[in-house]
């Protein structure tokens, strides 16, 4: 089992902390052919490896936010750092809950400590795909 905590940059840590955010509830863990993603109370969700189509630096804009995030158009945002953003895509939309039950999820951004450990990680496990847009 490998855990990559998630970025939180102090200064949001009081906005994060009363969700559950904190950093033995915020990660992501690949566990044999499963990533678990965690972020507080509000997301804790377990993907097949089989269904990650990779993962790639991603910025994530100041104006997208803090916290847990959505556009309801297929990215989801567990950002607590607009520093370390990695962008996991899937193959075909995955349904998570977050406050909205069943959100269509086609990329999960993730800010991280170790964006780099995580994506070695990732690349050792599944196949690379092109990184996205700066």
Avoid at 3 to 23: E, H, K, N, Q
Avoid at 58 to 73: E, Q, S
Avoid at 112 to 132: I, S
Wanted: hydrophobic share 50%; aromatic share 14%; with cysteine.
């Amino acid at each position: 089992m490998r855990r990559f905590p998630i970025r939180m940059d102090p200064f949001w840590r009081p906005f994060l902390v009363p969700f559950g955010a904190t950093s033995g509830r915020s990660y992501a863990e690949i566990e044999g052919d499963r990533l678990r993603v965690r972020f507080g109370w509000l997301f804790d969700h377990t993907f097949a490896l089989a269904d990650v189509a990779g993962a790639a630096p991603m910025r994530w804009p100041w104006f997208g936010g803090i916290g847990w995030r959505t556009d309801l158009a297929g990215t989801v945002g567990l950002i607590g750092s607009l520093k370390g953003v990695v962008g996991i895509r899937f193959h075909s939309r995955q349904r998570v809950a977050m406050v909205f039950p069943r959100l269509p999820c086609g990329v999960l951004a993730v800010s991280l400590r170790d964006p780099e450990g995580f994506l070695a990680e990732m690349a050792r496990l599944v196949d690379p795909v092109p990184p996205f847009a700066r």
